[in-house]
């Protein structure tokens, strides 16, 4: 499953590049980036991949763009943010997945601009 998630988010970020915007597959919808939820899930991603990776230090800067897949209760949101490394601030790819049951998890977190 996260394997098949990657794929996704590389074949998005590709169509991207290609075209100049981003072009989501079929079952994915753009979500509002200032939503007040979307922005906390993308916080979340931060501070869980800060907590899974040792010396990860990342400071939460902005909601870039986002999409949301449901697949009945359960969402994925596909969100681009930007984030800081000290100085440096980069986007990243993170996918959260939400569940009544299971809360919030995050999925994948992966660096798309150097």
């Not at 079929?26 to 869980?48: Q, S």
Request: charged share 15%.
């Amino acid at each position: 499953m996260r394997f098949q998630s990657l794929v996704l988010i590389l074949a998005v970020l590709f169509a991207s590049f290609a075209t100049n915007q981003a072009i989501p597959p079929n079952n994915l919808r753009r979500i509002n980036i200032n939503d007040p939820r979307v922005i906390e899930m993308a916080g979340f991603a931060i501070i869980e991949h800060n907590n899974q990776i040792t010396g990860a230090k990342l400071r939460f800067e902005k909601l870039v763009d986002g999409y949301i897949q449901k697949v009945g209760l359960e969402t994925d949101y596909h969100l681009t943010i930007s984030a800081k490394n000290g100085s440096t601030i980069n986007n990243y790819e993170a996918v959260v997945f939400y569940s009544p049951i299971f809360e919030l998890s995050l999925k994948s977190f992966v660096l798309i601009h150097a």
